[in-house]
Structure formats: C-alpha cells, structure tokens
Nanobody, 123 residues
Framework: RVRLVESGGGSVQAGGSLRLSCTASGYTYTVRCMAWFKQGPGEVRERVAYLYSGGGSAYLADSAKGRFTIRSENAGNTVVLQMTGLKVEDSGIYYC????????????????WGQGTQVNVSS
C-alpha cells in the first residue's frame, strides 16, 4: 500500500504563489506516476498535472501551462506542484494521487489518494 501526505495549501491573493508537496511512503516502488488534481466547489475532480516516476515526462493541463510546474524531490518520493500567477479559479481542494497498477497516467484514476489540501485565491 502507498500512503500520500500533502502539504502547502493556504490562502493567497490573485497573482500570488503556492507550493504544494506530496510525499509518498510505503510501497513507493510500485508507483508509476503521481498527479495533482483540483476539485472546486460543486465540481468534479480534474487532473492538473502528473509526472512519471523515475524522472519521466510531465504533463500540465492547459489551465496550468505557463504558471505551474511539477517536479519530483526526495529521490522521487515527493512530488511538488509549484503554482505561480494564481487565479481565483484555481481555488479548490488539491489532491495528490498515485497510480501503481495498470491504466494510463493521463486518464486513469489513481490507486491511492492523499487527504487533500485547500487552496484559496482571493481577488
């Protein structure tokens, strides 16, 4: 089993920056990719970014391109989402997810989820 712990959410004004971290523990060697999802009020959870394990390629949603970056730290056990130029519409709960079984990192739901961290962006 893989356990995910997120940190780094908070409240900022539009244009500000936040750094979200997700640290995996447990059977991390099984993780193929890790991703960040956002869930706004009354919205479905949507994929914002993902990163293949072992320094593989990264993906950013169109809404995140040019403003967010995703990278791994801590020998790949931590995935960081650096968010800059934040907008009000970026507000929501951000969840970290890890895919370790079959499935496509681009489209499949993760096998494991973190508890979520709240991001509030005010105008």
């Amino acid at each position: 089993r893989v356990r995910l712990v997120e940190s780094g959410g908070g409240s900022v004004q539009a244009g500000g920056s936040l750094r979200l971290s997700c640290t995996a523990s447990g059977y991390t060697y099984t993780v193929r990719c890790m991703a960040w999802f956002k869930q706004g009020p009354g919205e479905v959870r949507e994929r914002v970014a993902y990163l293949y394990s072992g320094g593989g390629s990264a993906y950013l949603a169109d809404s995140a391109k040019g403003r967010f970056t995703i990278r791994s730290e801590n020998a790949g056990n931590t995935v960081v989402l650096q968010m800059t130029g934040l907008k009000v519409e970026d507000s929501g709960i951000y969840y970290c997810g890890a895919l370790s079984g079959g499935g496509d990192c681009r489209t499949s739901n993760p096998d494991y989820w973190g508890q979520g961290t709240q991001v509030n962006v005010s105008s």
